[in-house]
DNA sequence: TGTGACGCAAC
RNA sequence: GUUGUUGCGUCACA
């Protein structure tokens, strides 16, 4: 719990050994790409070892520069580009050492009801926290989603609330420092950086929770059943008229307070029942089967995963499972389980069975035509559909026929001789397989 | 029990 | 080309 008093953050503390080597072990561990240096991952600990005391010296007598930070544009799964700002990997390095400090004190203080970015939490937690919730009749919800979260932190705030716990100036003058690091983009450095923690920057994460933690400690005091995952929060409440409430004052203070800018298009108050209602990937459902009805009769609504990313998934396997893909066959085949063993180990239970059939076999459909593009000529398919379905009559004539797939793999010899069962022992991975491993039975 | 390689998910 | 935090999974080694 939050029994436990915050201890002292000194720059002795975080350029510790024992802390300076945990801090190069995880950046190392990463593999990232370079910073504005060039300098590689696998460089740095060849770097740091080689001028022992550099960098501790020039952290310790504040003459340390942080370099600038590259931008990079990734795709957001809603078609926007995402900015990052990747710092050199000896800045990733420093700042590492701070953030394993911050994170280990801030721990202490933060509240319950958040859990992104923070050790030993994850989504389920944050999930099974908003079911109960739910189920104690809180069914209207608050979806809160601030704007370019990480872009617009403001840094005078971020450093006062720093300066709060943080009693040596040291350590908030070098956190200062990375924040005002400036952005390089196309071999242009602009200038220091006013406005937000980079997205990419290893203190970043925590400095958002630290922002958002008055926000969490606003929320405690008033009594709301919120939820926070990063910026994203949920809020439930007992009447559309309760939530409409509480969202005025908790935009006025976000805004007001915290300087930060509430996104009015993804911020909404629905029922939670709605599939407009997304957090963490799961929506809340009533609808489920007869089955999770009878073990759980006193529930009323489920986590179940959000449409958008059953269709995210789906897309994913079609590009893997393309009849043109790349790589051989046994590549796709590992590919596809390791994806699928992924998928089901975080969604579990939360997945529907009736659409889990469907998509098996839909997977089974793309494989027969993978396969069926893959033996190409006609003698080739009648010898693999042979040594598949011994007893088969017509493979024959139908290894001979035509090429249009899609057709084609309706058709009862391929279905046969690549049955299920075949496909299957073939090691050929389904999501049904995948679910049963994840669930431990 | 601990270490490191790969991967999945959330943001 | 893709950074970061966190959680989990699989494999491997001692
Ligand atoms: N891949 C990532 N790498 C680094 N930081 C990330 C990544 N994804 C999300 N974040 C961090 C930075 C974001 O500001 C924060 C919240 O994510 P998200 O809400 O998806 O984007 P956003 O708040 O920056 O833009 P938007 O205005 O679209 O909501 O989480
Ligand atoms: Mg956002």
């Known amino acids: 719990m939050s029994s436990e008093t915050f201890g002292e953050i000194t720059l002795e503390r975080i350029l510790a050994r024992g802390n300076l080597m945990q801090a190069l072990k995880k ?52 078609g926007e580009q995402r900015p990052l700002g990747i710092p050199t990997v000896i800045d990733r390095f420093v700042q590492q050492a701070i953030a394993l400090v911050l994170s280990e004190e801030y721990e202490k203080i933060f509240v319950d009801h958040s859990y992104g970015f923070r050790p030993n939490r994850d989504c389920r937690q944050a999930v099974r926290r908003a079911m109960e919730h739910i189920r104690e009749g809180y069914e209207w919800v608050i979806d809160i989603d601030l704007r370019k979260f990480f872009d617009t932190v403001n840094h005078d705030f971020l450093v006062q609330l720093l300066s709060r716990r943080i009693r040596d100036g040291r350590v908030i003058s070098l956190i200062h420092k990375f924040l005002r690091a400036p952005i390089s983009e196309e071999g242009k450095v602009g200038k220091a950086n006013r406005l937000g923690c980079p997205q990419g920057g290893v203190i970043s994460p925590v400095c958002a929770n630290v922002v958002l933690h008055e926000l969490d400690i606003k929320l405690r005091e008033k009594n709301m059943r919120a939820c926070r995952y990063a910026d994203d929060a949920v809020i439930f409440c007992k009447s559309r008229k309760a939530a409409e409430r509480a969202l005025k004052w908790i935009k006025k203070f976000i805004e007001s307070k915290l300087h930060l800018r509430v996104n009015e298009d993804k911020t909404k108050i629905l029922k939670v029942g709605s599939p407009d209602v997304q957090f963490l990937g799961f929506s809340f459902t009533t609808k489920v089967s007869k089955a999770k009805k009878m073990k759980f009769p006193q529930y009323r609504y489920f986590p179940t995963v959000h449409v958008k990313k059953r269709k995210k998934l789906k897309e994913s396997l079609r590009i893997l499972l393309d009849r043109r893909a790349r790589g051989g066959i046994d590549r796709i085949k590992r590919k596809l389980r390791l994806k699928l063993r992924g998928w089901a180990n975080y969604f579990k239970k939360a997945v529907p069975i009736s659409w889990v059939q469907d998509l098996d076999s839909w997977i089974r459909r793309r494989v027969r035509q993978l396969l069926w593009k893959q033996w190409k000529k006609p003698a080739n398919r009648y010898r693999e559909l ?44 389904s999501l049904e397989k995948a679910l049963r491993t994840a669930s431990g039975t």
């Open 27 to 78: 950046v190392e561990a990463n593999k990232g790409s370079c910073g504005v240096d060039g300098m590689e991952t696998s460089e740095l600990r060849a770097y740091f070892k080689s001028n022992p005391g550099k960098l501790t010296e020039q952290i310790l007598q504040g003459t340390f520069k942080p370099s600038p930070i590259r931008r990079v544009y990734i795709p957001k799964d809603n």
């Open 386 to 429: 042979k040594l598949r379905w011994n007893k088969a009559p017509n493979v024959e004539k139908f290894a001979y026929s035509s090429n249009r797939y899609w057709h084609i793999v309706t058709c009862r010899p391929l279905q046969t001789g690549l049955s299920n069962n075949v496909l299957e022992s073939e090691g050929w991975y």
